[in-house]
């Protein structure tokens, strides 16, 4: 088994590249499945390590994780008080607007109960089309196939967000079975080599809550999405492994720019 591609670590904290298919941990979603990111990720570094955020399954790129319950409690009070900036790419069908806030309360779908039953929350996501692409073939209707590369930065943190945001919008991401369109799903597993969701967290950055610096990291996509994007000439957004720590802004230091 491929070890998993380490983006940071430090004596609190590391950060990862989850491929896309995998869980992050068990849950109720995870009836038979033997492999898990927390595992993997745990034997692979022969410590603990403790979860912050979430990915969905099918979603790959950047997570970050506490090596100790005391990181992990920190590190997650920033991302739930929306101190964390977060940037995911997107394929999805059509030519998406060029630049747009989605402003759409959405409902949670935890399984608790029936989704009608649960109150709508606030959820907000900005996205911006960065390149598009016009293909001669009938997938669906129209004569010709268009697609677009989204980035995608949500402000608020509700489950699917992104995926429930853009359907609604009119540009599902392919791959996406519950809430994108199967025809066009179908035509990028059989003639592209793309047979899973298209949504990839490519940048992450935070404040370290015990060192002082701010963490920026981005995240390259993996091997269907980087052929995907060469074909579609689309290369000059691929994104790489980095990492960046500058200083935490201090209000003296604003005060000086």
Request: glycine share 6%.
């Amino acid at each position: 088994m491929q070890p998993l591609t380490i983006l940071y670590q430090d004596e609190h904290l590391v950060a990862v590249h989850k491929p896309s298919g995998l869980l992050v941990h068990r849950s109720a979603l995870a009836r038979g499945e033997t492999e898990f990111l927390l595992q993997r990720l745990r034997d692979q570094l022969a410590k603990r390590v403790y979860p912050v955020h979430r990915l969905d399954r099918p979603t790959s790129g950047v997570m970050v994780f506490g090596l100790s319950s005391e990181a992990a409690v920190l590190l997650s009070e920033g991302f739930s008080e929306r101190q964390v900036e977060k940037r995911y790419l997107a394929v999805v069908r059509g030519k998406a607007p060029e630049q747009e806030r989605l402003d759409y309360p959405l409902r949670e779908e935890d399984g608790t109960r029936p989704k009608a039953e649960m109150p709508a929350m606030p959820a907000m996501t900005d996205i911006r089309r960065l390149d598009s692409v016009e293909l001669p073939v009938q997938v669906d209707r129209y004569p010709v196939a268009r697609y677009s590369l989204v980035e995608a930065r949500p402000l608020t943190g509700r489950r699917h967000q992104i995926r429930r945001h853009l359907s609604r919008r009119g540009y599902p991401i392919i791959g996406d079975a519950k809430h994108g369109k199967s025809v066009h799903n179908r035509f990028f597993a059989e003639q592209l080599a793309a047979p899973r969701l298209l949504l990839a967290a490519t940048y992450l950055a935070f404040d370290h809550p015990l060192l002082g610096k701010r963490i920026q990291l981005s995240c390259a996509v993996d091997e269907t999405m980087k052929n995907l994007f060469e074909q579609f000439g689309w290369q000059g957004h691929l994104p790489l492994d980095s990492v960046r720590t500058p200083p935490i802004a201090t209000p003296s230091a604003l005060q000086a720019l």
